[in-house]
Nanobody, 127 residues
């Protein structure tokens, strides 16, 4: 089992940056792909980015390409989401999630495929 805790959210002006962290407990963390999703009230959870278990493969949503970067440090059981050039439309609760998957494919973009979730961290971007 994996427990996930997000941190690093907050209030930032448009154009600013934040780095979110997703800290995991459990000795099998390096076996899981990790995804970041975000959600605003009344909307479905939206894929943001994902990284493979070893960190060699990543995927980003079109809406964040060139602005957000996902990375991981398996020695620290932590995944990061560096968010630059933030826009008001990036405002949401951001969640990290763990997916036990043998390969890498389109399913990493679907929130209902993930096995474990953190509690979320609020990101608010003011205009």
């Amino acid at each position: 089992q994996v427990q996930l805790v997000e941190s690093g959210g907050g209030l930032v002006q448009a154009g600013g940056s934040l780095r979110l962290s997703c800290a995991a407990s459990g000795r099998t963390f390096s076996s899981y792909a990790i995804g970041w999703f975000r959600q605003t009230p009344g909307k479905e959870r939206e894929f943001v980015a994902a990284i493979s278990s070893g960190g060699g493969r990543t995927s980003d949503a079109d809406s964040v390409k060139g602005r957000f970067t996902i990375s991981r440090d398996n020695t620290k059981n932590t995944v990061y989401l560096q968010m630059n050039s933030l826009k008001p439309e990036d405002t949401a609760v951001y969640y990290c999630a763990a997916l036990l998957v043998a390969g890498w494919g389109p399913l990493i973009k679907y929130y209902n495929q993930y096995n474990y979730w953190g509690q979320g961290t609020q990101v608010t971007v003011s205009s």
